[in-house]
T-cell receptor, first 114, second 113 residues
Framework: AQSVAQPEDQVNVAEGNPLTVKCTYSVSGNPYLFWYVQYPNRGLQFLLKYITGDNLVKGSYGFEAEFNKSQTSFHLKKPSALVSDSALYFCAVRDVYRDDKIIFGKGTRLHILP | ETGVTQSPTHLIKTRGQQVTLRCSSQSGHNTVSWYQQALGQGPQFIFQYYREEENGRGNFPPRFSGLQFPNYSSELNVNALELDDSALYLC????????????FGPGTRLLVL
């Protein structure tokens, strides 16, 4: 069965420092991996995805993610954090070979400290 | 902002009632998926509609049902509401191609008393 795990409930980073939000996955077949962000009282906003190709994926708002097949990881990164990056981040895998649903991790709350 | 819209934004119902939530998909998208996000949890897949037919379903009981219309908009209906149905309901639209991104609407927050 497809699944994703986000091992950290919360990550605290000082403004201007690099940030990493961790995600590991378990899939059968080629993974379709996504990162979404959710601000308070809002829906989910798409950040980036990995389907195939370059292992380093660049997305919105300066975020990027590194796909590592051997470690089955897809960590979200940003070189320099902004206070406005504070939000809830979800890693997800899309089950394209069955019912096309997106399976979400439980989310990681990112706090950027001024 | 995506082109996916949902109505209403908030809703309060009592246990045992029925509710209908609505979603308009982004232009050019023919697939709509519905998710339930309980407080403090990640979204859980309810079902997906493609060309007006259910195309996949998560672990939700039959009292959760849906429709998709020829213009690709969609409804989520929940009968016999229970307290645990209180959640944020999200719809997402996408083209029906492998790997295409699902774009989410702002959600409908349902409170069941």
């Amino acid at each position: 069965a497809q699944s994703v795990a986000q091992p950290e409930d919360q990550v605290n980073v000082a403004e201007g420092n690099p940030l990493t939000v961790k995600c590991t996955y378990s899939v059968s077949g080629n993974p379709y991996l996504f990162w979404y962000v959710q601000y308070p009282n809002r829906g989910l906003q798409f950040l980036l995805k990995y389907i195939t190709g370059d292992n380093l994926v660049k997305g919105s708002y300066g975020f990027e993610a590194e796909f590592n097949k051997s470690q089955t990881s897809f960590h979200l990164k940003k070189p320099s954090a902004l206070v406005s990056d504070s939000a809830l981040y979800f890693c997800a895998v899309r089950d394209v070979y069955r019912d096309d649903k997106i399976i979400f991790g439980k989310g990681t709350r990112l706090h950027i400290l001024p | 902002e995506t082109g996916v819209t949902q109505s209403p934004t908030h809703l309060i119902k009592t246990r045992g009632q029925q509710v209908t939530l609505r979603c308009s998909s982004q232009s050019g998208h023919n697939t709509v998926s519905w998710y339930q996000q309980a407080l403090g949890q990640g979204p859980q897949f309810i079902f997906q509609y493609y060309r007006e037919e259910e195309n996949g379903r998560g672990n939700f009981p039959p009292r959760f049902s849906g429709l998709q219309f020829p213009n690709y908009s969609s409804e989520l209906n929940v009968n016999a509401l229970e307290l645990d149905d209180s959640a944020l309901y999200l719809c997402a639209s996408s083209p029906k191609d492998l790997g295409e991104t699902q774009y989410f609407g702002p959600g409908t927050r349902l409170l069941v008393l």
